[in-house]
């Protein structure tokens, strides 16, 4: 079990190495290190809940919001490209 989101999980994403990305109704992505059950980082940019993550390749993934935004991550850097 990992706790942080503060509304329901709709979307799920395993990069791989240990690493899970989870998108909430609660408007946040959260990075999570499966093995020790601790979020590694929180991302917000979203102002609506996350309902979809897909991978794009091994540096990129792409969230879609209840906010109308696509937006693309840099999983490297944590940076954002709108």
């Known amino acids: ?31 999570w290190d499966i093995n020790s059950k601790k979020c590694l980082y929180t991302l917000n940019e979203h102002v609506g809940g996350i309902s979809y993550l897909s991978k794009i390749d091994n540096k990129f993934f792409v969230s ?8 693309i991550w840099n999983m490297g850097e944590r940076k954002v490209f709108q």
């Open 1 to 31: 079990t990992l706790n942080g989101h503060t509304d329901k999980v709709y979307a799920l994403l395993y990069w791989g190495k240990g690493i899970l990305i989870s998108g909430s109704n609660d408007k946040t992505i959260k990075i």
């Open 64 to 71: 879609q919001g209840m906010d109308k935004k696509i937006i």
